[in-house]
C-alpha cells in the first residue's frame, strides 16, 4: 500500500514537470515527510535577453542596477554598460553645482563615474582642489562693521556679491574693481585636525590671520565658508552649461 502510494506520488510530480515546461522548468523536492516543493525558475537574461534586460534596467534605481553585477557573467556585462550608467550619472548630477573632478578622469567607466561622484558627495573635508577648481561669491555678514557693509555691492542693491578666486600657490586674488580687495596681499590655509577613526575634530580655513572660516558642504555639493565678519559660497561655473562644473561631461 505504501509503494503504491508512492509510486502515485512519483508520477504526479513527473505530470507536473511536462505541464509546466518540460525541461526548463523543474521541481526539485524541499525535503521533509511533507515533500515541500519549490520551482526553479529561467533566468530573465534567457528568456527576455540582453537588449529587453537592459531597457528594465533603465528604470531601476542605480543600487537595484549595481546589485544585479553579482548574478552571472551575462548579468555583469549588461549591468555594467556605460549605457544604463551614463543615464543614472545624469540623474545623479542634476541639480549639483560641481562635478568630482576624480569622476571626469580619462578611462574612467560610467559605473565608476556614479560610484565615485556618490562617495566624494559626501565628503565634508574641504581640500586644495575645491577652493581653486571654483569661483566664490564673498559678502560681509551683518555683524561687519558698517564701513565694510557700505563698500559691498550686495548689501547696497547696487550689484551682486563681489567675487574671490583661490590659487594652486596659497594665494587669493579678485576682480580688479573691487573696492574691497585694494590690491593686498592674500594667502589662505587649510586647517584640519582628527579625534580618532578619522573622525573630524576641528576643520577650518583661513585667509591671513582673520578669524577662521567654518566649512560647510552642502547638498547641492557645493561649500560654504564663514565666519561673523564674511561669508564665501562657491558657485558653478558660469561658462559649462547646466550650470555645473567644472567640467560636465559630454557622453
Not at 529561467?42 to 543600487?63: C, N, Q
Not at 556618490?118 to 560681509?140: A, Q, S
Not at 548689501?155 to 573691487?178: C, E, I, L
Not at 594667502?187 to 577662521?212: A, C, D, K, L, M
Request: hydrophobic share 35%.
Amino acid at each position: 500500500m505504501a509503494e503504491t502510494k508512492l509510486e502515485g506520488r512519483e508520477a504526479k510530480k513527473k505530470r507536473r514537470a511536462v505541464g509546466s515546461g518540460g525541461e526548463s522548468s523543474k521541481e526539485v523536492g524541499g525535503g521533509g515527510d511533507g515533500g515541500e516543493e519549490e520551482k526553479m525558475w529561467m533566468d530573465p537574461m534567457v528568456a527576455l535577453g540582453p537588449d529587453i534586460l537592459t531597457r528594465i534596467m533603465e528604470f531601476l534605481d542605480a543600487r537595484s542596477v549595481a546589485r544585479s553585477v553579482v548574478v552571472s557573467r551575462a548579468w555583469y556585462q549588461v549591468a555594467t554598460s556605460d549605457h544604463i550608467w551614463s543615464s543614472k550619472c545624469e540623474e545623479l548630477w542634476k541639480g549639483k553645482a560641481h562635478i568630482p573632478r576624480v569622476s571626469m578622469l580619462r578611462g574612467v567607466s560610467k559605473l565608476e563615474a556614479y560610484s565615485l561622484s556618490f562617495k566624494d558627495g559626501k565628503r565634508k573635508r574641504i581640500m586644495k582642489d575645491d577652493l581653486c577648481d571654483h569661483v566664490w561669491e564673498f559678502r560681509f555678514q551683518k555683524s561687519a562693521p558698517e564701513y565694510w557693509l557700505n563698500l559691498d555691492p550686495s548689501w547696497k542693491g547696487s550689484g551682486p556679491p563681489m567675487r574671490r578666486y583661490f590659487h594652486p600657490d596659497g594665494s587669493q586674488t579678485a576682480d580688479p574693481t573691487d573696492q574691497v580687495w585694494g590690491g593686498h596681499e592674500s594667502q589662505f590655509s587649510i586647517v584640519t585636525s582628527y579625534v580618532g577613526n578619522g573622525e573630524i575634530r576641528e576643520h577650518y580655513v583661513r585667509i591671513n590671520r582673520w578669524p577662521p572660516m567654518t566649512v560647510i558642504r552642502k547638498e547641492d555639493w557645493s561649500w560654504e565658508l564663514f565666519n561673523k565678519l564674511y561669508h564665501y559660497n562657491s558657485i558653478p561655473d558660469a561658462s559649462k552649461e547646466g550650470g555645473t562644473g567644472p567640467c560636465f561631461p559630454v557622453w
